[in-house]
DNA sequence: ATTAAAATTTAGACAAAGCTAAATATTTGT
DNA sequence: ACAAATATTTAGCTTTGTCTAAATTTTAAT
């Protein structure tokens, strides 16, 4: 596969969420920043390599073949996603754009090797999962923190209340984008519970539950 | 730059053996696997570009800039190969091909990151030395085991007699490419010598000695 | 000093991947 | 159900990097 090709199949992936859904050539198009007609293009290739199913205006899909490729980009993508952030000290913020060019390097061992280098990490610094060699994975879901079972961890992803406020509130206690966070504990009575942040503990009202999304895995 | 331009410069680059030489069309040609027309096409671009410095028929050198291209690529490659080698478990002669993917990868931070992370080495495994940030670095030289005065370290880059018996007598003790052999000591009178490798202190004989190669910096 | 051989360049073609503009399907609103 | 709006494809052109074959320049041998 070339860099393109894998781009395309990356696109059609993501934008069938992962289920084989078919997409249609507009949404590639914005997805890729490119034109609608160099995807028909490009569709039409994949589709004689064996890669995704075309249908002349009734969109593309990836085959079980192409499907394959796509979760091995993806392991890829994620692995350099956590080698940035917990070996080269990137934030989870900056490593999109590296682990874009990363995730075509092309070497069977090479993987398998950072794998095992990172200790096997089942999620990327955005709390998505790492499929395995085999293509395997969970399904990452956000929720707010709130809702969240007692036991569970997840990784901070996104505020819903996104005033100063309560930005303060998070920065003063530490609580940034990409921290992992464990439910210790729920008090039914005011919906408060304990979190265990970076080996800290800490209690956290209602009020802040609701407000902080996390992405755990099923 | 292109990954394709970022190949004609390295090709240049170490024809030219590092100094600022002028090489030919066909030179190039056959470094790069390529037809001598494809070359002359892509010098002419890269004279455009104020990368390389082209007169037809008399061949083509690098630029100040194109050197500078040339010794980050160098860089970034020697890098990587430390990082395959040290952190993932690559022997010497395997890296060489996923090296020449990584080192197009463009990003500063990761390169200053990658370096600090791998502690600031001097050589890459085959015992080449890499260029700092700014570009400096020396040179490396092979040179017989017997010809290294003491207290000097090189890396065992290869053998002058590849007879059985040699070949069989490192293997019994040890001793293999890629390892880094530190001189202790030698005796005048019969030419044998005092080694450390991977922390085991051994003695060598003269005929040893003058049948392995090591790479050293001056 | 010529001429044959070798090296190099030029010209013209091709594949990949993209674009624009025009043509054609599909969807939607009434 | 039909026209208008939208989505998609087709056709033809562009750029990048490559190739082959022919032309040209340089080098080497007598």
Not at 171 to 189: P, Q, R, S, Y
Request: charged share 30%.
């Amino acid at each position: 596969m070339t860099l393109s090709e894998e781009d395309y199949i990356k696109a059609i992936y993501h934008l069938g969420k992962g289920e084989n859904t078919t997409v249609s050539t507009n949404a590639v198009a914005e997805q890729m920043e490119t034109k609608p007609s160099s995807v028909t293009d490009m569709v039409k290739k994949l589709s004689e390599k064996g890669v995704a199913n075309y249908k002349p205006y009734k969109g593309v899909s990836l085959t079980e073949y192409g499907q394959k490729i796509a979760l091995s980009l993806v392991r890829k993508h994620r692995l350099w996603e956590v080698f940035l952030v917990e070996k080269l000290d990137f934030s989870w913020d900056e490593v999109h754009e590296v682990a874009e060019q990363l995730e075509h390097i092309k070497s069977e061992k090479l993987v398998d090797q950072l794998d095992k280098h990172l200790g096997f990490p089942q999620v990327d610094p955005h709390g998505d999962p790492i499929p395995s060699k085999k293509g395997e994975f969970k399904k990452a879901i956000k929720k707010l923190l709130n809702e969240i079972p007692i036991g569970k961890s997840g990784i901070c992803v996104g505020v819903k209340d996104s005033s100063p406020p309560f930005l303060k509130f998070l920065d003063k206690n530490k609580i940034a984008l990409g921290d992992t966070i464990l439910v210790l504990d729920k008090e039914e009575f005011d919906g408060s519970i304990d979190i265990q942040i970076k080996e800290r503990t800490i209690h956290i009202s209602s009020q802040i539950a609701t407000n902080l999304y996390l992405k755990i895995t099923e």
